[in-house]
Protein backbone atom coordinates (compact mmCIF):
# COMPACT_ATOMS: atom_id res chain seq x y z
CA UNK A 1 0.00 0.00 0.00
CA UNK A 2 1.41 3.69 -0.82
CA UNK A 3 0.00 6.66 1.18
CA UNK A 4 -0.33 9.69 -1.26
CA UNK A 5 -0.89 12.94 1.05
CA UNK A 6 -2.89 15.80 -0.75
CA UNK A 7 -1.91 19.91 -0.79
CA UNK A 8 -4.34 20.22 1.91
CA UNK A 9 -2.87 17.22 3.99
CA UNK A 10 -5.11 14.57 3.64
CA UNK A 11 -4.05 11.48 3.45
CA UNK A 12 -4.80 8.42 1.09
CA UNK A 13 -4.03 4.41 1.05
CA UNK A 14 -4.12 2.72 -2.26
CA UNK A 15 -3.10 -0.28 -3.51
CA UNK A 16 0.57 0.09 -5.63
CA UNK A 17 -0.87 -1.82 -8.78
CA UNK A 18 -3.40 1.06 -9.16
CA UNK A 19 -1.13 3.88 -8.64
CA UNK A 20 1.43 2.86 -10.88
CA UNK A 21 -1.20 3.95 -14.10
CA UNK A 22 0.77 7.97 -12.39
CA UNK A 23 3.89 7.43 -14.33
CA UNK A 24 5.33 10.16 -11.52
CA UNK A 25 3.92 7.73 -8.87
CA UNK A 26 5.87 4.39 -10.32
CA UNK A 27 8.81 6.41 -10.43
CA UNK A 28 8.74 7.27 -6.87
CA UNK A 29 8.05 3.41 -6.16
CA UNK A 30 10.45 2.18 -7.69
CA UNK A 31 12.61 4.35 -5.56
CA UNK A 32 10.93 2.58 -2.78
CA UNK A 33 9.16 5.54 -1.69
CA UNK A 34 5.51 4.19 0.40
CA UNK A 35 4.85 8.02 1.42
CA UNK A 36 4.81 10.21 -1.16
CA UNK A 37 3.49 14.22 -0.86
CA UNK A 38 1.77 15.84 -3.49
CA UNK A 39 2.20 19.55 -2.71
CA UNK A 40 0.55 20.43 -6.33
CA UNK A 41 -2.92 18.46 -5.96
CA UNK A 42 -5.55 19.33 -3.77
CA UNK A 43 -7.85 16.67 -1.86
CA UNK A 44 -10.87 17.22 -3.93
CA UNK A 45 -8.71 16.90 -7.08
CA UNK A 46 -6.91 13.72 -5.78
CA UNK A 47 -10.14 11.98 -4.45
CA UNK A 48 -11.38 12.45 -8.38
CA UNK A 49 -7.50 11.07 -9.78
CA UNK A 50 -8.17 8.27 -7.59
CA UNK A 51 -11.74 7.45 -8.32
CA UNK A 52 -10.27 7.70 -12.34
CA UNK A 53 -7.01 5.67 -11.48
CA UNK A 54 -9.08 2.77 -9.66
CA UNK A 55 -11.57 2.43 -12.45
CA UNK A 56 -9.16 1.90 -15.46
CA UNK A 57 -6.86 -0.02 -13.28
CA UNK A 58 -9.04 -3.47 -14.10
CA UNK A 59 -8.92 -3.44 -17.90
CA UNK A 60 -10.56 -6.37 -19.15
CA UNK A 61 -12.39 -7.09 -21.84
CA UNK A 62 -15.89 -7.05 -19.92
CA UNK A 63 -15.18 -4.16 -18.23
CA UNK A 64 -14.45 -2.21 -21.72
CA UNK A 65 -17.49 -0.88 -22.41
CA UNK A 66 -18.32 -0.01 -18.61
CA UNK A 67 -15.26 1.84 -18.63
CA UNK A 68 -16.45 4.17 -21.60
CA UNK A 69 -19.19 4.79 -20.07
CA UNK A 70 -17.83 5.81 -16.95
CA UNK A 71 -15.43 8.20 -19.04
CA UNK A 72 -17.85 10.13 -20.30
CA UNK A 73 -19.38 10.75 -17.55
CA UNK A 74 -15.92 11.33 -16.14
CA UNK A 75 -15.89 14.39 -18.14
CA UNK A 76 -19.02 15.92 -16.79
CA UNK A 77 -17.51 18.52 -14.81
CA UNK A 78 -16.82 22.19 -14.51
CA UNK A 79 -14.19 23.88 -17.15
CA UNK A 80 -12.21 24.85 -13.29
CA UNK A 81 -12.48 21.27 -12.82
CA UNK A 82 -11.25 19.77 -15.89
CA UNK A 83 -8.36 22.22 -15.76
CA UNK A 84 -7.37 21.27 -12.02
CA UNK A 85 -7.66 17.70 -13.25
CA UNK A 86 -5.59 18.31 -15.96
CA UNK A 87 -2.86 20.02 -14.23
CA UNK A 88 -2.67 16.99 -11.74
CA UNK A 89 -2.60 14.51 -14.30
CA UNK A 90 -0.06 16.16 -16.16
CA UNK A 91 1.82 16.58 -12.92
CA UNK A 92 1.28 12.83 -12.28
CA UNK A 93 1.97 11.41 -15.79
CA UNK A 94 -1.43 9.89 -16.52
CA UNK A 95 -1.28 9.60 -19.92
CA UNK A 96 -4.52 7.89 -20.56
CA UNK A 97 -6.81 10.92 -18.74
CA UNK A 98 -4.88 13.29 -19.92
CA UNK A 99 -5.86 12.46 -23.98
CA UNK A 100 -9.08 12.25 -22.39
CA UNK A 101 -9.09 15.98 -20.88
CA UNK A 102 -7.73 17.61 -23.62
CA UNK A 103 -10.26 17.61 -26.21
CA UNK A 104 -12.91 17.23 -23.98
CA UNK A 105 -11.36 20.93 -22.71
CA UNK A 106 -10.61 21.98 -26.09
CA UNK A 107 -14.18 21.62 -26.98
CA UNK A 108 -15.59 23.14 -24.25
CA UNK A 109 -13.44 26.66 -24.54
CA UNK A 110 -13.64 26.83 -28.20
CA UNK A 111 -16.55 28.28 -28.64
CA UNK A 112 -16.26 30.92 -25.76
CA UNK A 113 -15.46 34.24 -26.35
CA UNK A 114 -12.11 35.86 -24.67
CA UNK A 115 -13.91 38.07 -21.80
CA UNK A 116 -15.90 34.51 -21.28
CA UNK A 117 -12.81 32.73 -20.90
CA UNK A 118 -11.78 35.60 -18.42
CA UNK A 119 -14.35 35.21 -16.39
CA UNK A 120 -14.36 31.95 -15.72
CA UNK A 121 -10.89 31.03 -15.14
CA UNK A 122 -10.77 34.54 -12.84
CA UNK A 123 -7.64 35.84 -15.14
CA UNK A 124 -6.80 39.02 -15.72
CA UNK A 125 -6.24 40.58 -18.80
CA UNK A 126 -2.49 41.29 -18.18
CA UNK A 127 -1.70 43.33 -21.95
CA UNK A 128 -2.11 46.91 -22.12
CA UNK A 129 -4.34 48.01 -24.56
CA UNK A 130 -2.02 48.70 -27.17
CA UNK A 131 -0.53 44.71 -27.00
CA UNK A 132 -4.16 43.59 -26.74
CA UNK A 133 -4.83 45.86 -30.02
CA UNK A 134 -1.31 44.50 -31.81
CA UNK A 135 -2.56 40.76 -31.01
CA UNK A 136 -5.96 41.46 -32.81
CA UNK A 137 -4.62 42.66 -35.57
CA UNK A 138 -1.38 39.78 -35.74
CA UNK A 139 -4.22 37.12 -35.62
CA UNK A 140 -6.35 39.07 -38.53
CA UNK A 141 -5.37 36.60 -40.98
CA UNK A 142 -7.38 33.94 -38.87
CA UNK A 143 -11.11 35.96 -39.28
CA UNK A 144 -10.74 36.78 -42.96
CA UNK A 145 -12.72 36.00 -45.67
CA UNK A 146 -13.85 32.52 -45.20
CA UNK A 147 -14.84 31.14 -49.07
CA UNK A 148 -12.37 30.31 -50.91
CA UNK A 149 -12.78 33.43 -53.62
CA UNK A 150 -12.03 35.53 -50.84
CA UNK A 151 -13.82 38.70 -52.22
CA UNK A 152 -14.52 38.44 -55.51
CA UNK A 153 -17.94 36.83 -54.97
CA UNK B 1 7.19 36.33 -28.02
CA UNK B 2 6.29 32.98 -28.91
CA UNK B 3 8.44 31.09 -26.53
CA UNK B 4 8.62 26.93 -27.68
CA UNK B 5 6.89 24.61 -25.25
CA UNK B 6 8.61 22.14 -23.84
CA UNK B 7 7.22 18.65 -24.71
CA UNK B 8 5.29 17.05 -22.10
CA UNK B 9 7.23 13.95 -23.15
CA UNK B 10 10.78 14.73 -22.04
CA UNK B 11 10.63 14.85 -18.53
CA UNK B 12 13.70 16.26 -16.02
CA UNK B 13 13.42 16.82 -12.52
CA UNK B 14 13.92 20.36 -13.48
CA UNK B 15 10.97 20.52 -15.90
CA UNK B 16 8.40 18.11 -13.54
CA UNK B 17 9.34 21.29 -11.15
CA UNK B 18 8.68 23.99 -13.63
CA UNK B 19 5.27 21.57 -14.23
CA UNK B 20 3.67 21.64 -10.86
CA UNK B 21 0.63 22.44 -10.37
CA UNK B 22 -0.80 26.04 -8.67
CA UNK B 23 -4.68 26.13 -8.16
CA UNK B 24 -5.09 29.76 -10.06
CA UNK B 25 -4.90 29.55 -13.65
CA UNK B 26 -2.83 32.51 -13.61
CA UNK B 27 0.16 30.23 -13.11
CA UNK B 28 -0.84 27.55 -15.47
CA UNK B 29 1.86 26.08 -17.15
CA UNK B 30 1.94 26.74 -20.48
CA UNK B 31 2.62 23.50 -21.66
CA UNK B 32 -0.66 22.43 -20.54
CA UNK B 33 -2.50 24.52 -22.24
CA UNK B 34 -0.78 24.51 -25.32
CA UNK B 35 -2.02 20.64 -25.33
CA UNK B 36 -5.03 21.54 -25.08
CA UNK B 37 -4.88 23.88 -27.85
CA UNK B 38 -3.49 21.64 -29.89
CA UNK B 39 -7.00 19.75 -30.22
CA UNK B 40 -8.16 23.22 -31.72
CA UNK B 41 -8.42 24.23 -35.29
CA UNK B 42 -6.24 27.52 -36.28
CA UNK B 43 -8.72 30.25 -36.25
CA UNK B 44 -9.82 29.04 -32.71
CA UNK B 45 -6.07 28.58 -31.58
CA UNK B 46 -5.39 32.37 -32.41
CA UNK B 47 -8.78 33.62 -31.20
CA UNK B 48 -7.45 32.21 -27.68
CA UNK B 49 -4.36 34.13 -28.17
CA UNK B 50 -5.74 37.08 -26.55
CA UNK B 51 -6.91 35.49 -23.05
CA UNK B 52 -4.02 36.46 -21.33
CA UNK B 53 0.29 36.06 -22.03
CA UNK B 54 -0.18 32.48 -20.93
CA UNK B 55 -2.54 31.78 -23.51
CA UNK B 56 -0.45 33.84 -26.10
CA UNK B 57 2.70 31.79 -25.19
CA UNK B 58 1.01 28.75 -24.95
CA UNK B 59 -0.85 29.38 -28.47
CA UNK B 60 2.72 29.96 -29.92
CA UNK B 61 3.90 26.75 -28.86
CA UNK B 62 5.95 25.37 -32.52
CA UNK B 63 4.78 21.33 -31.55
CA UNK B 64 1.01 22.33 -31.70
CA UNK B 65 1.67 24.40 -35.25
CA UNK B 66 4.00 21.94 -36.91
CA UNK B 67 0.90 19.18 -37.98
CA UNK B 68 -1.33 21.87 -38.97
CA UNK B 69 1.20 23.18 -41.98
CA UNK B 70 1.28 21.61 -45.16
CA UNK B 71 4.18 19.44 -45.58
CA UNK B 72 5.08 21.27 -48.63
CA UNK B 73 5.44 24.69 -46.37
CA UNK B 74 9.29 24.88 -46.50
CA UNK B 75 9.13 24.74 -50.38
CA UNK B 76 6.65 27.10 -50.86
CA UNK B 77 8.37 29.47 -48.92
CA UNK B 78 12.01 28.44 -50.06
CA UNK B 79 10.87 27.87 -53.89
CA UNK B 80 8.15 29.86 -54.91
CA UNK B 81 8.11 32.51 -52.77
CA UNK B 82 12.11 32.97 -52.21
CA UNK B 83 11.17 33.46 -48.22
CA UNK B 84 13.53 32.53 -45.31
CA UNK B 85 11.73 30.19 -42.81
CA UNK B 86 14.26 29.73 -40.19
CA UNK B 87 14.37 31.63 -37.40
CA UNK B 88 10.44 32.32 -37.66
CA UNK B 89 7.39 30.56 -35.66
CA UNK B 90 5.61 28.27 -37.33
CA UNK B 91 2.39 30.16 -35.81
CA UNK B 92 3.52 33.28 -37.54
CA UNK B 93 4.64 30.39 -40.79
CA UNK B 94 1.16 29.27 -41.04
CA UNK B 95 -0.47 33.22 -40.67
CA UNK B 96 1.61 34.06 -43.60
CA UNK B 97 0.33 31.28 -46.01
CA UNK B 98 -3.05 31.72 -45.31
CA UNK B 99 -3.25 34.67 -47.45
CA UNK B 100 -2.98 34.45 -51.01
CA UNK B 101 1.39 34.92 -52.36
CA UNK B 102 1.99 35.79 -55.83
CA UNK B 103 4.65 33.57 -57.74
CA UNK B 104 6.30 32.54 -60.98
CA UNK B 105 5.94 36.59 -62.76
CA UNK B 106 2.42 36.83 -60.76
CA UNK B 107 0.38 34.81 -62.70
CA UNK B 108 -0.04 32.14 -59.87
CA UNK B 109 -1.33 32.33 -56.48
CA UNK B 110 -0.70 29.71 -53.56
CA UNK B 111 -2.47 29.96 -50.03
CA UNK B 112 -3.90 27.48 -47.34
CA UNK B 113 -6.96 27.64 -46.10
CA UNK B 114 -6.98 28.98 -42.96
CA UNK B 115 -9.22 25.70 -41.12
CA UNK B 116 -7.73 22.48 -42.15
CA UNK B 117 -4.24 24.26 -44.37
CA UNK B 118 -5.72 22.53 -47.02
CA UNK B 119 -3.17 23.83 -50.09
CA UNK B 120 -4.79 25.84 -52.86
CA UNK B 121 -3.51 27.45 -56.33
CA UNK B 122 -4.95 29.94 -58.88
CA UNK B 123 -3.00 30.13 -61.89
CA UNK B 124 -4.16 32.91 -64.47
CA UNK B 125 -5.43 33.39 -67.97
CA UNK B 126 -1.87 34.95 -68.40
CA UNK B 127 -0.01 31.74 -67.80
CA UNK B 128 -1.83 29.39 -69.99
CA UNK B 129 -1.90 28.77 -73.76
CA UNK B 130 -4.93 30.30 -75.60
CA UNK B 131 -4.87 29.98 -79.25
CA UNK B 132 -5.71 33.45 -81.12
CA UNK B 133 -4.78 34.97 -78.31
CA UNK B 134 -2.62 37.79 -79.97
CA UNK B 135 -5.40 38.70 -82.48
CA UNK B 136 -7.82 41.14 -81.25
CA UNK B 137 -10.68 40.27 -83.12
CA UNK B 138 -10.75 37.24 -81.21
CA UNK B 139 -9.48 38.14 -77.39
CA UNK B 140 -8.37 40.97 -75.58
CA UNK B 141 -6.66 41.35 -72.31
CA UNK B 142 -9.18 42.94 -69.62
CA UNK B 143 -8.25 44.54 -66.56
CA UNK B 144 -10.89 43.92 -64.14
CA UNK B 145 -10.61 43.63 -59.79
CA UNK B 146 -12.74 40.83 -60.52
CA UNK B 147 -10.18 38.57 -61.10
CA UNK B 148 -7.26 37.90 -58.24
CA UNK B 149 -4.93 39.06 -60.74
CA UNK B 150 -6.39 41.91 -62.02
CA UNK B 151 -6.94 40.90 -65.51
CA UNK B 152 -9.07 38.40 -67.47
CA UNK B 153 -8.59 37.04 -71.29
CA UNK B 154 -12.13 38.23 -73.11
CA UNK B 155 -13.54 36.30 -75.70
CA UNK B 156 -15.09 38.60 -78.55
CA UNK B 157 -15.59 35.75 -81.29
CA UNK B 158 -14.09 32.91 -82.38
CA UNK B 159 -14.63 29.49 -84.28
CA UNK B 160 -12.03 27.93 -82.45
CA UNK B 161 -12.01 27.93 -78.61
CA UNK B 162 -9.27 26.65 -77.15
CA UNK B 163 -7.85 27.23 -74.17
CA UNK B 164 -4.74 24.92 -72.46
CA UNK B 165 -2.79 25.08 -69.40
CA UNK B 166 -0.37 23.22 -67.39
CA UNK B 167 1.21 22.73 -63.99
CA UNK B 168 4.33 21.05 -61.60
CA UNK B 169 4.23 21.53 -58.10
CA UNK B 170 4.53 19.74 -55.33
CA UNK B 171 1.30 19.04 -53.43
CA UNK B 172 0.96 17.58 -50.18
CA UNK B 173 -0.48 14.08 -50.42
CA UNK B 174 -3.98 14.09 -51.33
CA UNK B 175 -7.26 14.30 -53.20
CA UNK B 176 -7.41 17.80 -55.27
CA UNK B 177 -10.13 19.29 -57.86
CA UNK B 178 -9.71 21.50 -60.46
CA UNK B 179 -11.76 24.21 -61.62
CA UNK B 180 -12.09 26.90 -64.20
CA UNK B 181 -13.41 30.29 -63.27
CA UNK B 182 -15.30 31.58 -66.08
CA UNK B 183 -17.86 34.68 -66.72
CA UNK B 184 -20.22 34.94 -69.58
CA UNK B 185 -20.59 38.52 -70.76
CA UNK B 186 -18.39 41.82 -70.02
CA UNK B 187 -18.32 43.15 -66.45
CA UNK B 188 -18.10 46.72 -66.54
CA UNK B 189 -17.83 49.36 -63.68
CA UNK B 190 -20.50 52.84 -64.17
CA UNK B 191 -20.14 55.18 -61.76
CA UNK B 192 -19.01 52.31 -58.92
CA UNK B 193 -22.11 49.95 -60.13
CA UNK B 194 -21.59 47.14 -61.73
CA UNK B 195 -22.79 46.91 -65.66
CA UNK B 196 -22.55 43.87 -67.83
CA UNK B 197 -22.43 43.82 -71.63
CA UNK B 198 -24.06 41.00 -73.43
CA UNK B 199 -23.43 41.66 -76.62
CA UNK B 200 -21.02 39.20 -77.97
CA UNK B 201 -22.62 36.41 -75.79
CA UNK B 202 -23.45 33.59 -78.19
CA UNK B 203 -22.56 29.80 -79.40
CA UNK B 204 -22.72 28.35 -75.88
CA UNK B 205 -26.25 26.76 -76.31
CA UNK B 206 -25.64 24.86 -79.23
CA UNK B 207 -22.82 22.63 -78.51
CA UNK B 208 -21.14 21.96 -74.69
CA UNK B 209 -17.79 23.11 -74.14
CA UNK B 210 -15.36 20.24 -73.25
CA UNK B 211 -12.92 20.47 -70.44
CA UNK B 212 -9.93 18.04 -69.97
CA UNK B 213 -7.69 17.72 -66.99
CA UNK B 214 -4.84 14.94 -67.79
CA UNK B 215 -3.84 13.74 -64.05
CA UNK B 216 -0.40 12.75 -62.76
CA UNK B 217 -0.47 9.34 -63.95
CA UNK B 218 -1.15 10.22 -67.27
CA UNK B 219 -5.10 9.62 -67.42
CA UNK B 220 -7.14 12.00 -68.93
CA UNK B 221 -10.53 12.67 -67.32
CA UNK B 222 -13.17 14.46 -69.89
CA UNK B 223 -16.32 16.37 -69.22
CA UNK B 224 -18.67 18.39 -71.24
CA UNK B 225 -20.66 20.85 -69.88
CA UNK B 226 -23.20 23.73 -71.72
CA UNK B 227 -22.42 27.33 -70.50
CA UNK B 228 -24.78 28.99 -69.07
CA UNK B 229 -25.66 30.89 -66.18
CA UNK B 230 -25.13 34.76 -67.52
CA UNK B 231 -23.43 37.34 -65.58
CA UNK B 232 -22.15 35.24 -62.82
CA UNK B 233 -18.92 34.01 -62.05
CA UNK B 234 -18.53 30.18 -62.10
CA UNK B 235 -16.32 27.95 -61.24
CA UNK B 236 -16.54 24.89 -63.32
CA UNK B 237 -15.86 21.43 -62.35
CA UNK B 238 -13.24 19.97 -64.41
CA UNK B 239 -11.84 16.62 -62.78
CA UNK B 240 -10.02 15.83 -59.45
CA UNK B 241 -6.56 14.02 -58.95
CA UNK B 242 -4.67 12.40 -56.87
CA UNK B 243 -1.13 12.90 -55.08
CA UNK B 244 0.15 10.03 -53.45
CA UNK B 245 3.84 11.26 -53.23
CA UNK B 246 4.09 14.26 -51.42
CA UNK B 247 7.80 14.44 -51.74
CA UNK B 248 8.18 15.37 -55.82
CA UNK B 249 6.49 17.38 -57.75
CA UNK B 250 3.25 16.62 -59.67
CA UNK B 251 2.67 17.49 -63.14
CA UNK B 252 -0.84 17.93 -64.53
CA UNK B 253 -3.08 19.33 -67.60
CA UNK B 254 -5.69 21.19 -68.19
CA UNK B 255 -8.05 22.45 -70.94
CA UNK B 256 -11.31 24.43 -72.46
CA UNK B 257 -12.18 23.67 -75.42
CA UNK B 258 -15.03 24.31 -77.96
CA UNK B 259 -13.81 23.50 -81.50
CA UNK B 260 -16.66 22.71 -83.45
CA UNK B 261 -16.11 25.02 -86.19
CA UNK B 262 -19.81 25.02 -87.39
CA UNK B 263 -20.94 27.70 -85.12
CA UNK B 264 -18.91 30.63 -83.31
CA UNK B 265 -18.85 31.27 -79.94
CA UNK B 266 -17.99 34.79 -77.87
CA UNK B 267 -18.77 36.81 -74.83
CA UNK B 268 -16.74 34.78 -72.76
CA UNK B 269 -14.12 35.82 -69.98
CA UNK B 270 -11.52 33.33 -68.90
CA UNK B 271 -9.81 34.69 -65.51
CA UNK B 272 -8.24 31.90 -63.90
CA UNK B 273 -7.65 27.95 -62.54
CA UNK B 274 -8.50 27.28 -59.13
CA UNK B 275 -6.70 23.96 -57.85
CA UNK B 276 -7.84 22.92 -53.76
CA UNK B 277 -8.12 19.92 -51.54
CA UNK B 278 -11.52 17.92 -52.75
CA UNK B 279 -12.84 17.89 -49.18
CA UNK B 280 -13.32 22.05 -49.71
CA UNK B 281 -14.10 22.04 -53.18
CA UNK B 282 -18.01 21.23 -52.47
CA UNK B 283 -18.79 25.10 -51.41
CA UNK B 284 -17.80 26.24 -54.74
CA UNK B 285 -20.87 26.64 -57.51
CA UNK B 286 -19.94 24.27 -60.26
CA UNK B 287 -21.05 22.92 -63.15
Given at each position: ??????????????????????????????????????????????????????????????????????????????LN?LFALVF?ANY??????L??LYPSIA?RIK?K?T??IR?IF?I??D??????????????????????????? | ?GANASSI?????????FL?VK?NLDDVPEACIALVLSYL???EISKLARVSRVFRAAASADFIW?????????????????????????K????????????????????????????????????????????????????????????????????????????????????????????????????????????????????????????????????????????????????????????????????????????????????????????????????
Amino acid sequence: MITLQSSDKDVFEIEQSILIQSGTIKNMVEDDFTFIPLPSVDTETLIKIIEYMKKHADKTDSKEKNIKEFDKDFMKKTLNELFALVFAANYLHISSLLELLYPSIADRIKDKITEAIRQIFSIRCDFTPEEERRIIMDNKWAHEGTEIEGTLD
Amino acid sequence: MGANASSIDTKSDDQLAFLSVKSNLDDVPEACIALVLSYLDPPEISKLARVSRVFRAAASADFIWQPKLPSNYKYIFRELLGLKVDGLGLKDLYAKLSRPRSFDAGTKEVWIDKNSGGVCLAISSKRMTITGIDDRRYWNHIPTNESRFQTVAYLQQIWWLEVDGDLEFKFPEGTYSLFFRLHLGKATKRHSRRACNYEHVHGWDLKPVQFQLTTPDGCRVTSRCYLDNIGTWMQHHVGDFVVKDGTVPTKIKFSLTQIDCTHTKGGLCVDSVLICPSSLAKELSYC
